[in-house]
């Protein structure tokens, strides 16, 4: 039997392709650029902005049940403050990436290679 | 003078063009399948989950100078380890996106919308 | 009928009584001072340090039904990590206030006022 | 030469003697009780709760640089802001401790003993 990690996993875009992560990415820095944020932008400030926003998305679930989590998009005003915050830490995620030189899809890429050795998958279940 | 908003902005990539956020939530949701996670992959989790990786990239900086922080990827040791933080992040909020089917990339540029609204950018210098 | 909100309520502790936030602050600044962590306790990285911690109390639960979150304690070796995790957040929230010149419990008292504004007690039932 | 780790150090109140950690544990039960919340403040939801409180201090100073972080209380409003969301901390962490049964101030004692242990104080500088 053939593993199914041998059958996706993640796989760079072709070279020269448009890369939607590149496209944000540069949006995010002219957005910041053209309100003369940079001096603000450092490394430091970043991660603290990440995980602010990261916890405005922990807010809007915080006193939900599971059902009621699950259920979160279909109540369009909530299903949109999450869209937004979702937003926000991808933004800032971005962002960081930008000032610090970091390719975050092939950060991911190197990353699941690390994390299929730490969690192997574990044996399928014998059919009978 | 055309205002720099104009000139750039989120925009789609090309149709046909490879999407590495579609990549990367097909690796990531195929390496919790392997692992039978989506029980735990509940959208209160995941938030948990995000935010919490997203402390561990604050852990990294929180007693570092701006100027140490902005030379944090100098340190081979230092830089891999932000590098998988910021990898983590990415994968829990590709991972909440997938169970709740934001698409991130079009929330982003959504919210860039919004934001130019929020934050108009302000008048250019004049020359004299 | 007397409202609730009128028995009780965060009092002063008597005049002369031993103040447990005063002793263990006074801990928490002399095991910084012996370590000359004190150039590094800087408010802006003390929050962050509290933001860690905090995290780090929610990593403990973020796979947990609530169920297993509710007899977290039970289990002799996770009710010792939360146990610690606990105490972080206090000795970094106290080291935060002690920088800062904030009274945490006067403060609490404080807000307690603003909020019970905020959020009213509502209507006790009608008995029959 | 004595320690000064001897000379100081977390010391239980004397027994009996009212603490104002059980007077604010006290009112913020009865605060939840007569809003009728304690349904919603489970272990799991309550962890969350205090790392949003602990992010929206964060968030106060994420931009600030180290000189204006170091003089937030300067700001009258801005300091308000500070106290406020530490007491919001200090709210959660005994709303958390309640229910699971937690003495906050013992578990700091017991763990700076631990870390005692951990970050030995280093030896004093030899006078000449």
Partial sequence: MTSPTQDHGARPAPAGAPDVLAE???AVRAFAAERRWE???TPK???MALSVEASELVE???WMTPEQAAAVMADEKTGEHVR???ADVLAYLLGLCDVLGIDPAQALRDK???NARKYPV???PVES
Same sequence: chains 1, 2, 3, 4.
Avoid: D, R, S
């Fill in 24 to 26: 944000l990415t540069g």
């Fill in 122 to 124: 574990p044996p399928a």
């Fill in 84 to 86: 937004e915050e979702v």
């Fill in 112 to 114: 699941m290679v690390k």
């Fill in 60 to 62: 809007i679930f915080q």
């Fill in 45 to 47: 400030n970043l991660v």
């Fill in 39 to 41: 001096p603000f932008h």
